[in-house]
């Protein structure tokens, strides 16, 4: 699996997550930014996601909606704080169900010897907001995304040798 790591420690207002992936680099970043992949990870199986916009530039909103089955959506946007690369990638990001909670993300992607090493870091506005993220599930819906990235990593590598 993609060796997963999810660290909040007491009294911070963060959340570092890291993992690898037997991927190179650009399959990885492709899979943050392009519309199309992110819809086939991103998040619990459960759910289905549609992008809304994604505008991925300096300045650029996105928004996310993911549907149940009973039809409910949960809705999540932000903005783009500088143009996203591999090396660095910088957003805000809400929860529609929590407006006004506003945290800062940071995605940074490396390559060595052929895999990818993604590390994320989520900074909320006060650790109170920080540990109601990571008590809603957060952990497990970043290991079951990040499985299901995994995955189509896998097939876009396929893909790529078959070309």
Same mark, same amino acid.
């Given at each position: 699996?993609?060796? !997963?790591?999810? !660290?909040?420690?007491? $009294?911070? @207002? %963060?959340?570092?997550?890291?993992?690898?992936?037997?991927?190179?680099? *650009?399959?990885?970043?492709?899979? /943050?930014?392009?519309?199309?992949?992110?819809?086939?990870?991103?998040?619990?199986?459960?759910? !289905?996601?549609?992008?809304?916009? @994604?505008?991925?530039? *300096?300045?650029?909103?996105?928004?996310?909606?993911?549907?149940?089955?009973?039809?409910? @959506? /949960?809705?999540?946007?932000?903005?783009?704080?500088?143009?996203?690369?591999?090396?660095? !990638?910088?957003?805000?990001?809400?929860? #529609?169900?929590?407006?006004?909670?506003?945290?800062?993300?940071?995605?940074?992607?490396?390559?060595?010897?052929?895999?990818?090493?993604?590390?994320?870091?989520?900074?909320?506005?006060?650790?109170?907001?920080?540990?109601?993220?990571?008590?809603? %599930?957060?952990?497990? $819906?970043?290991?079951? %995304?990040? #499985?299901?990235?995994?995955?189509?990593?896998?097939?876009?590598?396929?893909?790529?040798?078959?070309?």
């Amino acid at each position: 699996m993609a060796n !997963t790591q999810i !660290t909040a420690e007491p $009294g911070e @207002q %963060g959340v570092i997550m890291t993992a690898d992936f037997d991927a190179p680099r *650009d399959l990885v970043f492709r899979a /943050y930014i392009e519309p199309e992949l992110i819809v086939q990870w991103l998040g619990p199986r459960r759910l !289905t996601m549609t992008v809304e916009h @994604q505008e991925a530039r *300096d300045g650029g909103r996105w928004r996310f909606v993911n549907h149940d089955a009973d039809g409910t @959506q /949960y809705g999540f946007h932000g903005v783009f704080h500088g143009d996203p690369s591999p090396e660095l !990638t910088i957003r805000t990001f809400e929860f #529609e169900g929590a407006p006004g909670h506003v945290s800062l993300e940071e995605l940074r992607i490396e390559e060595r010897d052929g895999r990818s090493y993604v590390s994320a870091l989520a900074v909320y506005q006060s650790v109170e907001a920080r540990d109601a993220m990571v008590q809603s %599930g957060m952990e497990g $819906g970043v290991r079951e %995304g990040w #499985e299901r990235l995994e995955e189509l990593l896998e097939q876009l590598k396929a893909e790529r040798r078959a070309a």
